[in-house]
């Protein structure tokens, strides 16, 4: 029982310092877009943001599969860990070079694909960032495995920190958008030196861990990673080469610059299910794994959905506050799209469960439909519906992602969340949803706006009985202020 008690703290503080990193991770980009939306304009915004978008597809033969690996066999092989770690980055070396140098010359051709020349310079600058966040992810995976979250969360805050200061050194300097490319090459430096520091430690551990382990792991992962990113970045280029107007591709960056944030949020909760779904199922505790299941989900559920409802229903508000009302046009695809990067976070969670379990596999083959549908739907709705059409291909795409997870993951374990729970968690959220509709804040206003419904939705959750003493114990008890925790509290 302590055992169990202890997992779930680990666990709870973990999502803890993740989702703070990320807080701080989500901050730091909204700053950096939010300022260059300002100082460049919606014309070289949109540029900067297609290089963003970019250099997120290709960053993810990097960034995902090595580095999921290393974390689960970190976690499963404690005392193999820093020949894993060792491995890890040996892979991250050779794979980073390839890629750095098939994108790097690829440059001339992706700027025609995307019907931009000044395209070219931007893309071979950015290509400087894939062998030093290469090694950063494998140092992330290290730190992951081991489940020194903390360690993990100030690494990721380094890499933050050191983007803003970066970007908007460089950018004020004159140099523009080679500046914003320059700040980010300087932040991923900054995390590496600190992933770098908070992994050296002491060992005397075996060192005879197959690389080849590792690989197998990590290939289905790349695959289903890359989808992943695919998916969140896809529509953007297709308004880059689809439609015409120069300035569309900064409207839409603005809008799904605020669309990604419950993805980047709720990314620490996969960070920190992984090694610990890969932990009790390797132990074969498998209610301990049904817990992890149910109260992920539900906790992913309880703080998204209203979150979603809010956004979608003052988007154009959100968007006019921040960018200003030169970009009033981003307010309606962030409406829709919110909802498709809210269903596409929903379906890293399961497939990360999946994962959890050892079948990337089937994480890959779940997700790799969905990029001929998202291909197929933007060429269909962006010539009819422009933006508009654009959000809608990612939303129904990851609609459909999410449904075939859930139902695999119910399949393997015959638990998800309680329905009673979900169907509190989307009246509540409706409910929200509908009085923004109704009343419209403009400019600081929205803030308050934002405040007071969420402080009646959690309202409503505690009316209806979905939050409650043992929740708010469970919340204590992570931060270890907590008496002790019974069995009937279930974990977080």
Same mark, same amino acid.
């Given at each position: 029982?302590?055992?169990?008690?202890?997992?779930?703290?680990?666990?709870?503080?973990?999502?803890?310092?993740?989702?703070?990193?990320?807080?701080?991770?989500?901050?730091?980009?909204?700053?950096?877009?939010?300022?260059?939306?300002?100082?460049?304009?919606?014309?070289?915004?949109?540029?900067?943001?297609?290089?963003?978008?970019?250099?997120?597809?290709?960053?993810?033969?990097?960034?995902?599969?090595?580095?999921?690996?290393?974390?689960?066999?970190?976690?499963?092989?404690?005392?193999?860990?820093?020949?894993?770690?060792?491995?890890?980055?040996?892979?991250?070396?050779?794979?980073?070079?390839?890629?750095?140098?098939?994108?790097?010359?690829?440059?001339?051709?992706?700027?025609?694909?995307?019907?931009?020349?000044?395209?070219?310079?931007?893309?071979? +600058? !950015? /290509?400087?960032? =894939? #062998?030093?966040? *290469?090694?950063?992810? $494998?140092?992330?995976?290290? @730190?992951?495995? &081991?489940?020194?979250?903390?360690?993990?969360?100030?690494?990721?805050?380094?890499?933050?920190?050191?983007?803003?200061?970066?970007?908007?050194?460089?950018?004020?300097?004159?140099?523009?958008?080679?500046?914003?490319?320059?700040?980010?090459?300087?932040?991923?430096?900054?995390?590496?030196?600190?992933?770098?520091?908070?992994?050296?430690?002491?060992?005397?551990?075996?060192?005879?861990?197959?690389?080849?382990?590792?690989?197998?792991?990590?290939?289905?992962?790349?695959?289903?990673?890359?989808?992943?990113?695919?998916?969140?970045?896809?529509?953007?280029?297709?308004?880059?080469?689809?439609?015409?107007?120069?300035?569309?591709?900064?409207?839409?960056?603005?809008?799904?610059?605020?669309?990604?944030?419950?993805?980047?949020?709720?990314?620490? +909760? !996969? /960070?920190?299910? =992984? #090694?610990?779904? *890969?932990?009790?199922? $390797?132990?074969?505790?498998? @209610?301990?794994? &049904?817990?992890?299941?149910?109260?992920?989900?539900?906790?992913?559920?309880?703080?998204?959905?209203?979150?979603?409802?809010?956004?979608?229903?003052?988007?154009?508000?959100?968007?006019?506050?921040?960018?200003?009302?030169?970009?009033?046009?981003?307010?309606?695809?962030?409406?829709?799209?919110?909802?498709?990067?809210?269903?596409?976070?929903?379906?890293?969670?399961?497939?990360?469960?999946?994962?959890?379990?050892?079948?990337?596999?089937?994480?890959?083959?779940?997700?790799?439909?969905?990029?001929?549908?998202?291909?197929?739907?933007?060429?269909?709705?962006?010539?009819?519906?422009?933006?508009?059409?654009?959000?809608?291909?990612?939303?129904?795409?990851?609609?459909?992602?999410?449904?075939?997870?859930?139902?695999?993951?119910?399949?393997?374990?015959?638990?998800?969340?309680? #329905?009673?729970?979900?169907?509190?968690?989307?009246?509540?959220?409706?409910?929200?949803?509908?009085?923004?509709?109704?009343?419209?804040?403009?400019?600081?206003?929205?803030?308050?706006?934002?405040?007071?419904?969420?402080?009646?939705?959690?309202?409503?959750?505690?009316?209806?009985?979905?939050?409650?003493?043992?929740?708010?114990?469970?919340?204590?008890?992570?931060?270890?202020?907590?008496?002790?925790?019974?069995?009937?509290?279930?974990?977080?």
């Amino acid at each position: 029982m302590n055992k169990n008690i202890n997992e779930k703290k680990l666990m709870g503080q973990g999502t803890i310092y993740l989702m703070f990193a990320q807080t701080i991770f989500l901050g730091a980009g909204y700053v950096i877009h939010v300022g260059l939306g300002r100082i460049l304009g919606p014309e070289k915004y949109g540029l900067f943001g297609v290089i963003l978008s970019l250099l997120m597809v290709v960053e993810i033969f990097l960034i995902k599969g090595v580095t999921d690996a290393v974390s689960k066999y970190v976690s499963e092989f404690p005392l193999k860990a820093n020949s894993i770690k060792k491995k890890g980055i040996k892979i991250q070396v050779v794979v980073s070079l390839i890629v750095f140098c098939l994108y790097f010359f690829s440059a001339k051709y992706i700027a025609i694909l995307l019907k931009d020349q000044n395209l070219i310079n931007y893309i071979k +600058l !950015s /290509a400087l960032i =894939l #062998p030093i966040m *290469s090694i950063y992810s $494998a140092y992330i995976g290290y @730190l992951n495995g &081991k489940r020194k979250f903390k360690k993990q969360a100030m690494s990721i805050i380094s890499n933050s920190i050191g983007k803003v200061f970066g970007v908007f050194l460089f950018v004020l300097l004159g140099f523009g958008i080679f500046g914003a490319i320059s700040g980010y090459i300087f932040g991923v430096g900054i995390g590496l030196v600190a992933a770098t520091c908070f992994s050296i430690e002491g060992s005397k551990e075996s060192n005879d861990f197959p690389s080849t382990k590792l690989i197998n792991f990590a290939i289905p992962l790349v695959i289903f990673s890359g989808i992943t990113v695919l998916l969140r970045n896809l529509d953007l280029l297709y308004v880059k080469a689809l439609i015409e107007d120069s300035k569309a591709a900064g409207f839409y960056t603005a809008a799904i610059a605020f669309a990604r944030a419950p993805y980047f949020l709720f990314y620490a +909760l !996969s /960070a920190t299910l =992984l #090694p610990s779904i *890969s932990k009790s199922f $390797a132990e074969n505790d498998i @209610l301990l794994t &049904k817990k992890y299941i149910r109260q992920s989900l539900r906790y992913l559920l309880l703080i998204l959905l209203p979150l979603a409802a809010i956004i979608s229903a003052t988007s154009t508000n959100l968007i006019t506050l921040f960018y200003t009302t030169k970009y009033v046009a981003a307010g309606s695809p962030l409406s829709i799209v919110i909802w498709g990067m809210s269903f596409l976070i929903m379906t890293v969670i399961l497939t990360t469960i999946i994962n959890g379990i050892g079948r990337p596999k089937v994480s890959m083959f779940i997700m790799l439909p969905m990029v001929p549908i998202d291909i197929v739907l933007n060429y269909i709705l962006i010539p009819r519906y422009g933006l508009q059409g654009a959000a809608a291909a990612t939303t129904i795409t990851t609609l459909i992602g999410v449904t075939v997870a859930a139902v695999y993951v119910y399949r393997e374990f015959r638990v998800l969340v309680n #329905p009673i729970s979900f169907a509190k968690i989307v009246i509540a959220s409706v409910v929200i949803f509908l009085i923004a509709k109704s009343f419209s804040t403009h400019g600081i206003f929205l803030i308050a706006e934002y405040f007071g419904l969420l402080l009646l939705y959690s309202g409503l959750m505690f009316a209806f009985r979905e939050i409650n003493k043992e929740d708010i114990e469970v919340v204590k008890g992570i931060f270890g202020k907590a008496k002790p925790l019974e069995e009937r509290i279930e974990p977080f």
